[in-house]
């Protein structure tokens, strides 16, 4: 599921985690977990050291009880690197479907998956690690990065003298008048889907015609 809004470092890694699922289970099933979870299917979702639980609503009246366990992992000062490979992560689902992850499974982890694009330190929660040994990325032109590159950049003063020769250096200013830009159209159509998504649906189709 795409993430507007989120920083680039939040949908990077909410990428690769869908990335990861998708290499977990068949097309047709993560489909089916992904429209689960547009649906608002997933009821709640909590996050602690080792797993994610969610109560996800399926056929019957019950909603289904999904636990997502991942391995500790605690050796990292980067937060991509707690992002889990496919031996990493175990779905427990009391469905009667056996394959695993099933689509309450798949639905579970999407929105795990949306909301550590939001809130990235939920991945730490969920890997068991230090939260004081983990450092987000500021990534160019977010505004963390840009904050910092502010508050790191040396200020200058100057005096009097200093002033009035740059000011000779420089010449007068010139008057100009700020035009106005107007706005752009909105986009005829856009794309909420990963590239892992459109990629597995190509794959698919090929596979099809091949047969």
């Not at 479907?97 to 929660?125: N, Q, Y």
């Not at 969920?126 to 977010?142: C, E, K, L, N």
């Not at 200013?173 to 830009?181: C, E, F, K, L, S």
């Amino acid at each position: 599921m795409s993430a507007a809004g989120a920083d680039r470092e939040g949908r990077l890694i909410s990428t690769m985690i869908d990335v990861m699922l998708a290499g977990l289970c068949d097309p047709p099933r993560f489909r089916r977990g992904r429209d689960y979870a547009r649906q608002g299917a997933v009821i709640d979702l909590t996050v602690t050291p080792g797993r994610a639980t969610a109560h996800v609503q399926g056929s019957r009246a019950r909603a289904y009880t999904v636990v997502i366990r991942a391995t500790q992992q605690d050796a990292t000062d980067r937060l991509a690197t707690l992002v889990p490979s496919r031996d990493d992560v175990h779905f427990d689902c009391d469905c009667p479907d056996w394959d695993s992850p099933c689509k309450h499974g798949v639905a579970a982890m999407v929105c795990l998956s949306e909301r550590i694009a939001f809130e990235p330190t939920l991945l730490t929660t969920w890997r068991g690690a230090d939260p004081d040994r983990v450092t987000p990325r500021a990534t160019v032109g977010s505004r963390a990065s840009a904050a910092a590159a502010e508050a790191q950049a040396p200020q200058h003063h100057l005096d009097a003298h200093e002033r009035a020769a740059l000011e000779s250096f420089l010449g007068a200013p010139h008057a100009w008048q700020r035009t106005t830009v107007a706005p752009m159209p909105p986009p005829a159509a856009t794309w909420d889907e990963p590239w892992s998504f459109m990629l597995n649906d190509a794959l698919t189709v090929l596979s099809r015609r091949e047969r």
